[in-house]
């Protein structure tokens, strides 16, 4: 059975930062790319990043230069680095592998001053 334990999420003020993790359990982690996903209540779920397991990573514009992905295939973990956060990324941001219908429950990140 697959687990996805999304973690890192929390308030912080416009210009701040948080590091968000995935940890992953009853998955082949290294074999698959993952991604990070964040939805607005309301609205449609939307790709943030993702990191292949070829080491590219792809980013949606509203994040390049601002978020990084990463990933350690012996811990089983995804990470998104957010830095210079704004308001309009206030989301619960998921992690997800890709080509599977496996999601965690999410984290909740707040921009607000």
């Known amino acids: 059975q697959v687990r996805l334990v999304e973690a890192g999420g929390g308030l912080v003020q416009p210009g701040g930062s948080l590091r968000l993790s995935c940890a992953a359990s009853?998955?082949?982690?290294?074999?698959?790319?993952w991604g990070w996903y964040r939805q607005v209540p309301g609205n449609q779920r939307k790709w943030v990043a993702t990191?292949?397991?070829?080491?590219?990573?792809l980013y949606t514009d509203d994040v390049k230069g601002r978020f990084t992905i990463s990933r350690d295939n012996i811990k089983n973990t995804v990470y998104l680095q957010m830095n210079s956060l704004k308001l309009e990324d206030t989301a619960v941001y998921s992690c997800?592998?890709?080509?599977?219908?496996?999601w965690g429950q999410g984290t909740r990140v707040t921009v607000s001053s």
């Open positions: 997800h592998p890709l080509s599977t219908t496996d």
């Open positions: 009853g998955i082949s982690f290294s074999t698959y790319a």
């Open positions: 990191a292949m397991n070829s080491g590219i990573t």
